[in-house]
């Protein structure tokens, strides 16, 4: 692993998590613009960390558990965004909106009870599910209105990883990162 990849690519992930709480005070100050374009770019540093973490071979433990971070706070300041400039949209979602709140809540108590800290699995599902909320997430701030279709699609992926995940958590009785799924985490076990 080459030094200066590493301190790129983690620094590209870094950015995510310092961006959260500017991305917050755009949407107090009521920016939808700036904020819009920003969280575009946030998501759009999350594509590109993975590949450059890839393609240069460059992994870690702080690495992906920076990465994990850095995306839950990019959704949870969308997520924030959209309640307050789609507070309709959020009322009329919000059996969905529970539903993953729940497996989310799920997963992220079995893990500590576990392990004492949040997974960084970095599942193929989990990558799948991300990319469709990060497209939902955006569109909701270029469109009129949020897409419907694809909110359900993306809650319908981050349901399916959040069941893995904790499927995962009780497989596995150490903490790991970047496993594929629950095929590769059976593989281990044994």
Known sequence: MQKTSYYWINGITAYRAIAAPALLLLIIFQERELFKWFLAFSFFTDAIDGLLARKYHVNSVMGARLDSIADDLTVLVATIGLVVWHSDFIFQQWVWILVVLILFLTQLIF????????????????????????????????????????????????????????????????????????????????
Do not use: N
């Open 111 to 190: 893990a500590w009870a576990r392990y004492k800290r949040t997974t960084s699995f970095h599942t193929y599902l989990a990558k799948v599910s991300a990319v469709f909320q990060g497209i939902f997430l955006i569109l909701s701030f270029f469109l009129p209105a949020p897409p419907v279709f694809l909110f359900h699609l993306a809650m319908v992926l981050t349901a399916l990883d959040l069941i893995e995940e904790t499927a995962m958590v009780l497989f596995l009785p150490k903490w790991q990162a970047d496993i594929k799924g629950i095929y590769w985490a059976l593989k281990l076990k044994k």
